[in-house]
């Protein structure tokens, strides 16, 4: 579904990105790991057409995303910090979102407005909300389209328990549908549940890209958490 191809990025002098090639297919929950400036986001980014290669390339079911723009449609983004115009309501944000990406025939997924309750905060305007109902709005957002593909940047970051869990929930539904999803995060226990693949990168190199049940093999550990952190003694020496 999302192939990206001996993808490389510079910023200036620094290699963001260092011949990256992985295969990311539906049905596949993966988690993008990686200690900070490891390429995590530039890699995001790269797929969602915010930042252009400097060589290779990345195709969304078969084409280049250089000249094939529309499949950003197909794609629900959650940043891990959302900025929103803060004048407008809860409701205007939805609407406006709803006018600039509904089509006639698509069917919206609105289970996160009503779980998050948000459908009872509609007249809230954003500059009110605390981080922890800004976050609820970008994942309604993000889910919001039904699209096939998901891609969570530190999804669960600043949500109570309940909110959470009514997350991951919603992850492991949506991955069951067949939809592949790509998620970052620090808290490596809330993967656990979650997550069928790693990919692992550190100063821009792919490091590993590989099944859930291949890591805790070769690692003899159950929990990402300490898998990743026995790789991470490996690579480092």
């Known amino acids: 579904m999302i192939i990206a191809s001996n993808v490389s990025k510079k910023f200036g002098k620094l290699k963001a990105l260092d011949n990256v090639s992985v295969t990311c297919n539906k049905g596949e929950c993966i988690a993008l790991i990686g200690p900070n400036g490891s390429g995590k986001t530039t890699l995001i980014k790269s797929i969602l057409g915010m930042v252009v290669c400097n060589s290779g390339f990345i195709t969304f079911n078969g084409k280049n995303i250089l000249h094939d723009w529309q499949y950003r449609a197909h794609i629900g983004y959650m940043p891990q910090i959302g900025r929103y115009p803060d004048n407008m309501s809860i409701g205007q944000m939805l609407s406006m979102m709803k006018d600039i990406r509904h089509h006639k025939d698509a069917i919206l997924d609105e289970d996160l407005v009503i779980q998050f309750k948000l459908n009872e905060l509609l007249d809230k305007r954003m500059r009110t909300l605390s981080g922890g109902t800004r976050q609820k709005v970008s994942a309604a957002l993000a889910f919001l389209f039904n699209p096939d593909v998901l891609i969570l940047d ?39 549940d979650l997550v069928t693949q790693v990919i692992y990168m550190q100063d821009g190199v792919l490091q590993f890209h590989k099944s859930i049940e291949d890591l805790r093999k070769d690692t003899g550990q159950e929990k990402l958490s300490k898998a990743i952190a ?5 690579i480092n020496g």
């Not at 600043?158 to 991951?168: R, S, T």
């Open 154 to 192: 530190e999804p669960t970051a600043g949500l109570d328990p309940v909110a959470a869990e009514i997350l991951k929930e919603k992850i492991i539904k949506e991955k069951q549908k067949g939809k592949l999803i790509l998620i970052t995060s620090h808290i490596l226990s809330e993967l656990d």
């Open 230 to 234: 026995s790789v991470m003694i490996k």
